[in-house]
């Protein structure tokens, strides 16, 4: 039977003093809502009082409790040379309605004495005064001992002291805070081994790491090996400078690597899902190179590598990505193989022979474009249409006859304002349609002319969103005459898609990578075809 271990969620707190990350009450209610579904069993909501936002975040959830995880309230303790019971602070937390509250306190000595002005008994008083007042108010007490790693550096015998106060008023545990990020795996361990035997016998031990040395996933297993019961994390690693330790990460190694029983099986499977859920609610890009629940965690690229995967996953995966809801994807680019083409056709529905010609034939285009600017890897769209060419398989649903675009630019030389009018002539089924559309830009003019040219025949066309353009200068050292990538991100109701254009006119570039979104947009769903 695997051994239990509490993930602790501090998103909505911690994870929220990333730098430019900001959350309505809404987004709050949102991601709380998320990681209920996904399991987690205790989800730290913020400090009510601290700010009108979190009042009313966990007012709300009073009016409608989560179904299954404990929603925590946060708060420091007592402040110095007043009772528990008379600091308006505590009231507040009382106010929350939380079954739960995490406290944290002083641990190193340096705090206590320069930051809180006050003695080291008075700093034990306070945290033995809070937990037992919070205990006496029916509350639970998880302590976070604040510095604790630092604090036990420099001045042991205290920062022991510290919680055994905590422990000896009633905590239910106690969490070894990593606040500064600096400690290492190798001290983890030790200390927290030392924790263990200082403390009485089933004292519950939590880890709080931060990632200011790039080990709190580390530190945080490191802490699980030795004894600890409880992991507070966030999800994607956010938090204040280099972030927190990784739930994405800590999870999935924990319970499929290690054995431990982190999450239900089945909601494990929602790991990557809830990963881009709150990268979305928070406005923030996703790491696509995120272990595990990055886009690319499961990406192959190398022609070799794809060809060990397609015979034995095993090769080059360390673990099944569908077992936290990941995938694996297939690159291409001028590195692929073979193997690569023929993988990709699968993933389009399209069961392509290697003895096809077709085959050899799609792979040599593939590098002779790729060695002109265009990257296949980022605009999937774009190489489908490609592959489907190349068969014969392509359905040219509409043909561009021409197209001229006018640009008027402000004459208000402080305004960056500017309009354009683009002109399409095309055909659809014979019939030559001529279309004319504004648009602030260019590229917008272009893709207006052409949906109001197009929305008549394919209604759908209506629905297209183009979610993002990029461009990228190729050879920067040809000045104006250099060729030009251009990246075009594309969104319906049900799918996502990339296309690209090269050339050296920019607005040539964009004008392929528009048409041919539009164009992959409007193909319907293709079962897999036997194609020798």
């Given at each position: 039977m695997a051994t239990p271990l509490w993930i602790y969620d501090t998103t909505l707190r911690d994870g929220t003093q990333r730098e430019g990350l900001s959350v309505s009450i809404e987004d709050k209610l949102r991601i709380a809502r998320q990681l209920d579904a996904l399991g987690v069993p205790f989800i730290e909501g913020g400090w009510p009082g601290a700010n009108p936002k979190d009042v009313q975040f966990f007012w709300q959830l009073q009016k409608e409790p989560l179904t299954n995880a404990e929603i925590?309230?946060?708060?420091?303790?007592?402040r110095p040379n007043i009772s528990a019971a008379t600091d308006p602070m505590l009231q507040a937390i009382l106010a929350a309605g939380t079954r739960w509250v995490t406290i944290f306190g002083k641990s190193w000595d340096l705090h206590v004495i320069e930051g809180l002005k006050t003695s080291l008994e008075e700093n034990l008083e306070m945290i033995r005064d809070t937990i037992a007042f919070l205990q006496l108010s029916g509350r639970k007490v998880i302590y976070d001992a604040e510095h604790w790693f630092d604090g036990y550096k420099q001045n042991k015998d205290y920062a022991l002291k510290t919680l055994l106060t905590a422990v000896t008023a009633g905590a239910q545990w106690v969490a070894l805070c990593d606040t500064n990020g600096g400690t290492l795996p190798h001290e983890i361990s030790l200390i927290v081994r030392d924790v263990k035997q200082f403390l009485p016998p089933n004292t519950q031990i939590g880890i709080h790491t931060h990632n200011d040395a790039d080990t709190a996933v580390a530190n945080a297993i490191a802490a699980v090996l030795e004894?600890?019961?409880?992991?507070?994390?966030?999800?994607?690693?956010?938090?204040?400078?280099?972030?927190?330790?990784?739930?994405?990460?800590?999870?999935?190694?924990?319970?499929?690597?290690?054995g431990y029983d982190c999450l239900p099986e089945d909601k494990l499977t929602q790991l990557t899902t809830a990963s881009r859920f709150i990268s979305e609610v928070v406005n923030l890009a996703p790491n696509?190179?995120?272990?595990?629940v990055g886009r690319s965690a499961f990406a192959h690229k190398g022609g070799i590598h794809v060809s060990a995967v397609e015979k034995n996953p095993l090769t080059y995966e360390h673990i099944e990505p569908e077992k936290i809801g990941n995938n694996r994807r297939i690159v291409i680019s001028e590195q692929a193989g073979l193997s690569n083409v023929l993988a990709k056709a699968r993933t389009f529905g399209i069961e392509l022979d290697?003895?096809?010609?077709?085959?050899?034939?799609?792979?040599?285009?593939?590098?002779?474009?790729?060695s002109q600017g265009y990257q296949?890897?980022?605009?999937?769209?774009?190489?489908?249409?490609?592959?489907?060419?190349?068969?014969?398989?392509?359905?040219?649903?509409?043909?561009?006859?021409?197209?001229?675009?006018h640009c008027d630019l402000s004459q208000d030389v402080d305004s960056c304002n500017s309009s354009a009018m683009a002109t399409v002539k095309l055909a659809v089924n014979g019939q030559d349609i001529l279309e004319a559309a504004e648009g602030n830009g260019p590229v917008a003019a272009l893709d207006a002319a052409l949906r109001k040219a197009l929305v008549n025949f394919y209604p759908q066309v209506a629905n297209f969103e183009l979610t993002d353009y990029k461009v990228r200068i190729l050879d920067e050292y040809s000045g104006t005459a250099a060729n030009t990538r251009v990246l075009v991100e594309w969104r319906s109701d049900f799918q996502r898609w990339t296309t690209v254009g090269v050339s050296t006119n920019i607005l040539n570039a964009s004008y392929q990578a528009v048409v041919e979104g539009l164009e992959y947009g409007l193909l319907p769903p293709v079962a897999v075809s036997e194609i020798h």
């Open positions: 925590v309230a946060f708060c420091s303790t007592r004894g600890a019961t409880m992991v507070q994390g966030t999800i994607n690693g956010y938090g204040e400078r280099c972030g927190n330790a990784n739930l994405c990460s800590v999870i999935p190694n924990l319970q499929l690597k290690l696509e190179h995120a272990a595990f290697k003895n096809n010609p077709a085959a050899r034939q799609i792979l040599r285009h593939l590098k002779e474009l790729e296949f890897e980022a605009a999937e769209a774009s190489f489908e249409l490609l592959m489907r060419e190349a068969l014969g398989k392509r359905q040219h649903l509409f043909t561009i006859k021409g197209f001229q675009v």
